[in-house]
């Protein structure tokens, strides 16, 4: 069968294209995947099922996040020179398949293949879904790149909120013995729930890839000067390429920054439930209740997806370096106040923690405006895939270094705020080592630019596109039928998700 309709050229958009169907087609996608984070609702039912651990089942989780640095650093170059499209169905094709053969692993009791099918297959269409949209949304609003990025990567943190609740709805109709509250389902309603979401996501995230386009050569939106981009500090005209960005500084300080910031929003996220009952702690009993933690983890995941949009958003205006020197600055004072003074008041923690995992979803959405700034729109794609390696590394050295402390201050249920203190004042030094390393970010030095005559063309074209009618011409900002139901397609899960989260999270006040 030919795939020739994947090809980036036969994506080239024609006259009157909305550009504002690239963020819904960017949405479908990351909502989709974004239920990685989702995996608490059936990991009970897991453990019971196969007869293990925690640990053994929670590697599950950990391969597929390792695979997802790992392939996005692997295909960045593929992604970007095949088009969105074509990465669009790949990362469907391997997500969707990774659900499946892990139902199988699930209904023959093969764990191998729950690895094989929801970790390795998964994790792949994990990392080629997550940074297959960023550069075409980049070259579609070079005018508000933060604002693009942060749409579409608030996705990633809102897919867990509607997996979460549509999970544990569909276990309940695929196990009349389902109890949300143990949240033990048998294996067979579990491999029926990794069939349900693997042909679903498989069907929306085909969706967002029938949406996508790119714009043709030299489009620009209507009213943009490229020329103002010059007059912004760090912003840069010239094209840098993937090979050549990994040798820069830049690249390494960004890596840094990227790796501190995450690694400290973990350190909270990990945590999160029994971290709030334990700092209002009074003997063996907690103050707060494990409805209300769970509400607190609710309250965590819409800063979370909040911050990925308003902050990514704030940072067109302010400029990139100074919105990191607030993720990273105001976060060492919030993480230092939560170490020391946190357990004073419930609202107090709510509000700090809140706020270091606003600035945690807002470090993912604001890097791949950053490195537009920095490195050019061509091969973004491919420099924002191998950039990710730093979140891999993160989401083993964050869980680490609070878990290795608090291991050795106590047995869980006993802990207090006390003994959270060293951990937290270590993340503070984390936080510091990334501030700084912002603060040294500079242009990159002209002898990584690429030649003009290769940097100005960021990818394959259709020769057709040299010819392609002006920008007022190829555009359409209005609302159009397709518009308004691509936008319902993933607003109205994503307002569910929100709903329900929202729900749980009054049981904190």
Not at 11 to 18: E, R
Not at 35 to 54: C, E, G, M, P, R
Not at 97 to 113: E, K, M, N, P, R
Request: proline share 5%; hydrophobic share 50%; charged share 10%.
């Amino acid at each position: 069968m030919s795939t020739h309709f994947l090809d980036r050229e036969r994506t080239v958009a024609g006259p009157g294209f909305n550009r504002w169907l690239i963020p819904p087609a960017a949405l479908a996608v990351h909502l989709c995947i974004g239920q990685v984070y989702a995996t608490s609702v059936y990991k009970a039912s897991l453990v019971q099922h196969f007869d293990t651990s925690l640990t053994a089942i929670g590697i599950v989780f950990s391969i597929a996040i390792v695979m997802l640095g790992v392939s996005a650093a692997v295909f960045g170059t593929w992604v970007d020179s095949g088009g969105p499209r074509r990465a669009m169905v790949a990362a469907a094709t391997c997500w969707s398949a990774g659900f499946l053969v892990g139902a199988l692993g699930i209904a023959t009791s093969q764990l191998w293949l729950l690895y094989l099918g929801y970790g390795v297959l998964g994790g792949i269409g994990l990392g080629i879904g997550y940074i297959s949209p960023v550069s075409t949304l980049i070259k579609w609003f070079p005018d508000r790149p933060g604002l693009a990025t942060g749409m579409a990567i608030m996705g990633f943190g809102g897919g867990a909120m509607i997996a979460s609740p549509v999970s544990s709805t569909l276990l309940g109709w695929y196990d009349s013995a389902y109890d949300t509250a143990s949240g033990i389902a048998s294996g067979r309603a579990v491999a029926l729930l990794f069939v349900t979401l693997g042909l679903g996501y498989l069907v929306v995230m085909l969706f967002g890839a029938w949406l996508v386009k790119v714009p043709a050569d030299g489009w620009v939106p209507r009213g943009f000067d490229p020329s103002t981009v010059k007059k912004k500090a760090l912003v840069t005209t010239e094209s840098v390429s993937a090979n050549n960005a990994v040798r820069t500084p830049q690249f390494w300080l960004l890596w840094i920054v990227l790796f501190c910031n995450v690694t400290a929003g973990i350190g909270i996220l990990e945590q999160a439930a029994p971290m709030i009952q334990d700092f209002f702690r009074e003997g063996e009993e907690s103050s707060v209740a494990a409805a209300a933690a769970a509400g607190f983890v609710g309250f965590l995941s819409l800063c979370n997806m909040a911050g990925r949009f308003i902050w990514s958003s704030t940072s067109d205006v302010v400029g990139r370096k100074n919105i990191y020197m607030l993720y990273l600055g105001l976060g060492i004072v919030l993480y230092a106040t939560l170490a020391l003074g946190g357990s004073t008041s419930t609202v107090l923690f709510v509000v700090l923690a809140g706020g270091i995992l606003s600035f945690y979803g807002g470090g993912f959405a604001t890097i791949p405006a950053y490195l537009r700034d920095l490195f050019g729109t061509f091969q973004v794609g491919a420099i924002h895939g191998r950039l990710l390696t730093a979140w891999s590394a993160a989401g083993v050295a964050g869980p680490l270094i609070i878990n290795g402390f608090l291991d050795a201050r106590g047995e869980p249920g006993a802990l207090t705020a006390a003994d959270y203190r060293p951990a937290l004042l270590t993340m503070v030094g984390v936080l510091v080592v990334g501030f700084v390393a912002n603060l040294l970010v500079r242009p990159v030095a002209s002898r990584f630019h690429e030649p003009k005559d290769e940097g100005s063309r960021t990818e394959p074209t259709d020769p057709a596109a040299a010819t392609a009618p002006a920008a007022d011409d190829t555009t359409a900002e209005g609302v159009t039928p397709l518009a308004v139901v691509a936008w319902l397609v993933v607003g109205v899960p994503l307002a569910y998700g929100v709903y329900e989260t929202v729900v749980k999270a009054a049981a904190l006040f």
